[in-house]
Each structure stands twice: as C-alpha cells, then as structure tokens.
C-alpha cells in the first residue's frame, strides 16, 4: 500500500481528539485492561507541558495514525521519551510510521531538542528495520520486563524485554538513513554469528551461542515473525526471549552496542548487528 497524497498530520489537543487516540490505543495493542492505557488526563497535561502528540489523518477527520511522546531528563538534558506509535491495520508497511516519527523530530527539533529515546521488542523484525536501517537510531541498553505483565495479546507469553532505542536527530548517521542512504553494512557473511540456529517443526529456534567473540563486528540472527510465534507457539518465543536476553546483555556489557538490522524479506530472516 501507498501512502495517500491526501494524508496530513496535525498535533492532537483537544479532549475530542484524545479520546479517539486512547481509543486506538485499544484497537492498535488490544488492551483487555485499562491499566495498560495512556489516559486522557496523562495525555492533556503532557501535550500542554512539552509532550508531543501528533495525529495521521488521511481525506477525512478519522486518526489512521499517532504517536506520542512526554519531555525527559537523561543526564542533565532534555529529551523526548516516545512512548507509543500506533498505526491502523489497513495503514500498516505503507511508511506511515516513518512519516509520524519524521513528523515528531521535525517537533523536537523545533524545541531545541536533539535527541528522542523509545523503547521496542528486540525479537519483532519489523520495528528493528525501520529503528535502525530506516531511522538511524542505535542501541546501547537492554531492559528485562521493563513494563511486567500486558493485557495486549501481541505482548503475552514472554517478559517484556525491551532495547532502548537512541536517536541522535542532527547527527551525520540520521540524516544519511533519512535521505535514504544505505547502512554501513559490509557483506553479512563476512561477519561472524554469535548464534546458531536452525528450522524445526516449522519454527526458527536459536541453538548454541558463543560467548567469547571479539571481532569489531557480530551478527545475532532473530526470527522474522516472532508475535506469530508468541501464540502458536509461545514455547519456542520463550526459549528465544531467554537466549537473546542473554546474548544481548552479554555483549552489551562487554562494549558492543547495536547499530544495524539486515532484512531479507524473501527468506523470512533478520540479523542485528552488533559493534564494539
């Protein structure tokens, strides 16, 4: 799908308008508990105090599309903490979750702010390809359960592990991913595989991982469709949440942040790429 020339963004203020963004909160993660929801009271008085909501409308007053962020501190300096992006079924692998974060760092920029932190899955595919090749952000900490148990069924079965998404918004590295350029990738079999992994009763499983690789450069590679995973067969998700939790912690400590993800759509495989 395209994205429609009568698409446009608009900031979202009205109690009008959040009430439909708290209900596409609920349409976008099936939230079955409340407790799980941005309210209406959080989202008024952080877009009033320096939060940024931004709404995707395309030809009529219907939200396709949203994304939210509150004002932080991370060591001594503002930031932006993007807590949701949510687009609609229909809208989805069209770009429009790009556009919206586009949109947002056009609104940080603007408040002389320069850096955006987010948090996503380590093992979803899709959020790792536009993070890091699209975006140009980088990872540098990894956080076990950071959000404990979800009423979302996108979320449940395995702990909500989570990297931590840096996006550096003036830096040389954003804006070569922005006006397209490709990553800095050499061939991937030139670099070496933390993990070994192979196909069983239809599913990608992780075997035996090393531990002790020194090369300026790793892979770790990761199952392409792990939500599917999660509920037809939330056994292998769990393996795969404990194997890379331990992969990622592990070389994180050691230095190693990651810097790239290498999709190969028609194989159905992701490979993170991990630097020292």
């Not at 105090?49 to 599309?65: E, H, P, Q």
């Not at 040389?172 to 990553?183: C, D, K, N, Y």
């Not at 939790?245 to 810097?259: E, K, N, P, S």
Request: hydrophobic share 40%; net charge neutral.
């Amino acid at each position: 799908m395209m994205l429609s020339r009568s698409l446009r963004f608009r900031d979202l203020q009205t109690l009008d308008e959040l009430r439909r963004v708290v209900e596409l909160e609920k349409i976008v993660w099936e939230y079955t508990d409340g407790e799980d929801v941005v309210p209406v009271p959080i989202l008024a008085i952080t877009v009033k105090r320096g939060g940024i909501l931004i709404g995707a409308f395309d030809g009529s007053d219907a939200i396709v599309g949203f994304v939210y962020s509150l004002p932080g501190l991370k060591s001594g300096c503002l930031i932006q903490w993007s807590h949701m992006l949510g687009v609609v079924a229909a809208y989805r692998n069209a770009g429009l979750g790009r556009s919206l974060k586009l949109e947002q760092r056009q609104r940080a920029l603007a408040m002389g702010i320069e850096v955006i932190e987010w948090t996503f899955d380590p093992m979803q595919a899709l959020n790792a390809h536009l993070n890091l090749t699209k975006l140009g952000a980088v990872v540098v900490e990894y956080e076990k359960n950071i959000y404990g148990e979800s009423s979302s069924p996108l979320h449940r079965g395995t702990p909500t592990d989570r990297f931590v998404a840096v996006w550096n918004l003036k830096s040389s590295r954003v804006a070569a991913r922005l006006a397209g350029g490709p990553g800095d990738v050499p061939q991937l079999g030139e670099i070496p595989l933390i993990n070994e992994t192979r196909v069983a009763n239809s599913w990608l499983t992780c075997g035996a991982w090393n531990s002790k690789l020194e090369d300026a450069r790793l892979r770790v590679e990761i199952p392409f469709d792990f939500g599917k995973m999660q509920r037809s067969s939330p056994d292998v998700a769990s393996d795969w949440r404990t194997a890379s939790r331990d992969i990622f912690l592990t070389y994180m400590a050691r230095g190693y942040r990651v810097v790239e993800f290498a999709l190969d759509h028609t194989a159905g495989r992701g490979w993170y790429v991990l630097e020292r």
